[in-house]
């Protein structure tokens, strides 16, 4: 009974621990301990908070998103993305690094995680598809371009935090090159080549990283000795992590400021879940594990409430961490458990030597992490694939460096839902005929040019295959091409829609359907529907547009249609037809009694 209480709770994976997962997930863990230390401290930096905030949202943050979600390999912690969206939304309301911010930032993370929470018990999931991965790329790679600009002020000892704005800190930097400290540029160049070499050269065997940071805490330390006045000391250091344990705090903060931060936790919250899901999603794909967005997004949202009560800032899922961690052989989610818990005894231990971690060799580390989301081949094939797509994430790109980023994120979601609508507002009304006289002959599309002088058309039926959803958006397209076919000369009066592509009308796509068949009976003619599916017929019966139409309009078959509306037809003029597109035209001999067909 108790087993089955925990697998309810946490997820079938619990009656899977063995001697064989635990061995698996402890060395996963550590790895991912190891693999978060440096990235934690930098991420905190960039979010405008002590280094120590950064292992903090690595601790518990980590272990309940681990616990109440829905993969078994996403790691959650501090990232990037959260971290510059963090630092460019709340650095207008106070001084990055103080005590204000550090409030602000934490009562935002409990906001985050309610909102978060709220979208997974509410079964709404599947608002996270609404993210397009263009959206997310162009956010990624303005991101990546943010998180370079501001490194390069920590990496040469310009960064000034009193400067706002890309524009502004562009400016800033230009204006005060001749002040670039020699040492911190060393330091960062150190850094950078080691990181780079021991990736290259190296492989995962040993966190590129981790060496990079190591190599340079030691340039720092050399740097350090030398005398005061000389060019290459005075190199800024992380400082002493003053406790291993996030400590527990009720964030304390002037009340009224919380309708303006309930926006920028709205934006937070769909970075954080964007990504989120979009790790989950990507690592199942390997895996093969079954993902439940909403038990996903609700562990993100609990993790965001605790950790925001435990000096934690916005969290979610690290990429960074969580395919290292499938690829390390990880079985449960015990893993990340295991590597949050190895995190804090490694703080709790050393500690005193973590605070002599250079700053600007965290800077380097974030130049490669920037450089590393920008990611060039993904632009390329947007580039070659969909334009529009490329469109959408240049536009948030652009937007991410420019202007806020809860807007960039806002603008460009709404930018890709645009062009959905605009794509979805023109569905296709393609006219179709016979190419060939084959006993097998089939409805081929004739709109081509090429195709229409072979094409074998009825004279008084024209035959049309409606592609895609008639809403009220599409209802203008789709009325000038029914138009343009009742326009042509010698316009055949009746009309047969194949409607097997139609999957949805609603109340103004049923009313045009009405006008449509009161145009054909005006002409003479009438309004005729190949299979259509069963929930239009469901919204025409609402409205009543089968009464009017007729239960003998509708037809399942092709040859039934083809039969039943040639009964209809003037046979005078099938007499003088000489192209007989349909067999029953042979029924009906030429007035001059020789052959038929062209």
Not at 103 to 126: C, D, S
Not at 462 to 470: F, P, S, V
């Amino acid at each position: 009974m108790i087993g089955r209480n925990i697998q309810k709770l946490f997820g079938t994976w619990t009656a899977e621990i063995n001697t064989g997962t635990l061995r698996c997930d402890l060395t996963a863990g550590f790895l991912g301990a190891i693999l978060v230390l440096p990235q934690a401290i930098a991420f905190a930096t960039l979010a405008g908070l002590p280094p120590q905030y950064g292992l903090y949202t690595a601790i518990v943050p980590c272990i309940v998103a681990a616990l109440f979600g829905s993969s078994r390999h996403v790691m959650s912690g501090p990232t990037n993305a959260n971290s510059l969206a963090l630092f460019a939304m709340l650095s207008p309301l106070a001084l990055a690094g103080s005590q204000q911010y550090i409030e602000l930032a934490l009562m935002v993370t409990i906001m985050v995680g309610v909102i978060q929470a709220a979208t997974g018990l509410l079964r709404l999931g599947a608002l996270a598809n609404f993210i397009s991965p263009s959206v997310l790329s162009g956010f990624t790679s303005g991101a990546a371009i943010l998180i370079a600009l501001h490194a390069f002020g920590t990496a040469v000892a310009l960064d000034n935090p009193e400067i706002h704005g890309s524009g502004a800190t562009l400016g800033y930097y230009f204006l005060h090159l001749h002040q670039i400290h020699i040492g911190s540029m060393t330091v960062t160049m150190v850094t950078l080549l080691t990181a780079i070499l021991s990736k290259r050269y190296l492989g995962p065997r040993i966190p590129f990283m981790l060496s990079g940071l190591s190599c340079g805490l030691l340039a720092a330390l050399l740097l350090n000795m030398a005398p005061e006045d000389s060019v290459f000391s005075g190199i800024a250091l992380v400082g002493t992590i003053p406790s291993a344990w996030p400590a527990f705090h009720i964030p304390s903060i002037n009340w009224s400021q919380i309708p303006e931060l309930v926006g920028i936790a709205f934006a937070l919250s769909i970075v954080a879940l964007g990504q989120s899901i979009s790790i989950a999603k990507s690592l199942s794909l390997r895996s093969g594990q079954l993902i439940d967005a909403n038990k996903e997004f609700f562990g993100q949202g609990l993790s965001n409430i605790i950790g925001g009560l435990f000096s934690s800032y916005v969290s979610c899922g690290s990429l960074n961490r969580s395919l290292p961690n499938l690829e390390a052989g990880a079985k449960t989610p015990l893993a990340s458990v295991f590597s949050a818990l190895l995190l804090m005894v490694m703080v709790a231990l050393f500690h005193d030597i973590l605070g002599y971690i250079p700053m600007p060799g965290i800077a380097a580390l974030l130049m490669l992490v920037a450089y590393s989301l920008l990611d060039i081949g993904r632009w390329k094939k947007l580039w070659e694939q969909n334009r529009n797509d490329c469109l959408v994430a240049a536009a948030t790109a652009f937007a991410t460096v420019a202007i806020r980023m809860e807007v960039a994120i806002l603008l460009g979601t709404l930018l890709s839902l645009m062009l959905y609508l605009n794509r979805t507002a023109k569905p296709a009304v393609r006219l179709m005929g016979f190419l060939s006289r084959d006993p097998d002959r089939h409805l081929e599309v004739i709109d081509e040019v090429n195709q229409a002088d072979q094409a074998l058309l009825c004279p008084q039926i024209t035959m049309a295959r409606m592609e895609g959803d008639l809403y009220f958006g599409a209802i203008a397209h789709v009325s000038t091409k029914l138009s343009e076919l009742r326009s042509r000369p010698d316009s055949p009066k009746h009309l047969l829609i194949m409607a097997r592509s139609m999957n949805f009308v609603d109340l103004p796509g049923a009313e045009l359907w009405e006008q449509e068949r009161q145009a054909r009976i005006k002409m003479g003619g009438d309004l005729y529907f190949h299979r259509p599916r069963r929930d239009v017929i469901k919204m025409w019966r609402k409205t009543k547009f089968i009464e009017r139409l007729g239960e003998d309009h509708i037809f399942m078959t092709k040859e039934q249609a083809i039969s039943t509306i040639f009964r209809h037809l003037d046979h005078d003029v099938c007499r003088k037809c000489r192209t007989r597109a349909f067999w029953e035209c042979q029924q009906i001999p030429p007035p001059d009694g020789g052959t038929t067909g062209k």
